[in-house]
């Protein structure tokens, strides 16, 4: 199982990035999936996820109304929308999947990584 990201660039604040998460070696319709981020000196951070079974979705406060996960299971990909980026939305930003039904923020829920994709929001 490979998760690979991408999308990640250099944008000025108020812009918009969608990330790209696809996933190799098995079908990702029956994994739940997530976003999580680390900046520098930071340790990694939950933002988005969604559930396998009944596609809930949760989201960290900080990203609420601005950030939105997505799933296309033909294409095996999972998708950030992030509108309105800020400066401290900088960071490199991992995808994540697990076989279990869960939208937890917690990074031992989630079992596999994809390597990450850098996002940087400056003017």
């Known amino acids: 199982v490979q998760l690979q990201a991408s999308g990640g660039g250099l944008v000025q604040p108020g812009e918009s990035l969608r990330l790209s998460c696809t996933k190799s070696g098995g079908a990702i319709s029956r994994n739940s999936v997530a976003w999580f981020r680390q900046s520098p000196g930071k340790e990694r951070g939950f933002v988005a996820a969604m559930r396998w079974v009944n596609s809930i979705a949760n989201y960290a406060d900080s990203v609420k109304g601005r950030f939105t996960i997505s799933r296309d299971n033909a294409k095996n990909t999972i998708y950030l929308q992030m509108d309105n980026l800020k400066p401290e939305d900088t960071a490199v930003y991992y995808c994540?999947?697990?076989?279990?039904?869960?939208?937890?923020?917690?990074?031992?829920?989630?079992?596999?990584w994809g390597q990450g994709t850098q996002v940087t929001v400056s003017s």
């Open positions: 994540a999947t697990s076989i279990q039904s869960t939208t937890s923020p917690r990074i031992i829920s989630w079992s596999s």
